[in-house]
């Protein structure tokens, strides 16, 4: 899938408002998992995809191994660990740019399986840093407001230099 959301698309500061898993949303869950297959990702939220809708994708596979895709319906953050670590994060919404974000090393996160049921799932590491910038995703926050205001511009201004050379 090449028609990923932009930024600096609005959609991609819309929070998605919870709601029972249904038809529709399992729909958008399964588009957001082909879309992430087709390229590859670690993780997708809808908004990449162009819906807003409470679900996002994560592969809870360790980094450099096949990816295994979860889908998260209505995902919330229930718990994090005190200690932080930054990494490399990127999004398919602003291709080419890559910054280092501090996240927490482990997650505990809720989310409802395909049938409805409320599921809770302690990831690490590499995991949980993509759970985190997903679910942050899914509630209208763009991974580059976790970044001061310096390197947020400094990201910015390389983005748009890429778009208008390529």
């Known amino acids: 899938m090449?028609?990923?959301?932009?930024?600096?698309?609005?959609?991609?500061?819309?929070?998605?408002?919870?709601?029972?898993?249904?038809a529709a949303l399992r729909d958008a869950g399964m588009a957001?998992?082909?879309?992430a297959a087709?390229?590859?990702?670690?993780?997708l939220a809808a908004a990449h995809i162009g819906r807003v809708?409470?679900?996002?994708?994560?592969?809870?596979?360790?980094?450099?191994v096949a990816r295994d895709y979860r889908l998260l319906f209505n995902p919330v953050v229930l718990a994090t660990s005190s200690e932080k670590a930054f990494g490399s994060e990127s999004s398919v919404s602003m291709p080419a740019i890559e910054v280092p974000i501090e996240r927490a090393i482990w997650v505990e996160i809720g989310f409802d399986a395909e049938d409805g049921t409320a599921q809770r799932l302690r990831l690490e590491g590499?995991?949980?840093?993509?759970?985190?910038?997903?679910?942050?995703?899914?509630?209208?926050?763009?991974?580059?407001?976790?970044?001061?205001?310096?390197?947020?511009?400094?990201?910015?201004?390389?983005?748009?230099?890429s778009q208008r050379a390529g």
């Open 38 to 43: 087709g390229v590859e990702a670690y993780g």
């Open 53 to 64: 809708e409470p679900v996002a994708v994560v592969s809870v596979a360790p980094a450099g």
């Open 126 to 161: 590499f995991a949980a840093r993509v759970a985190q910038h997903e679910i942050d995703q899914v509630n209208g926050i763009f991974f580059l407001s976790r970044l001061s205001r310096l390197k947020r511009d400094t990201a910015i201004r390389k983005y748009l230099k």
């Open 2 to 22: 090449t028609g990923f959301v932009l930024y600096p698309d609005l959609l991609l500061q819309q929070a998605a408002v919870s709601r029972p898993v249904d």
């Open 32 to 35: 957001l998992r082909e879309a």
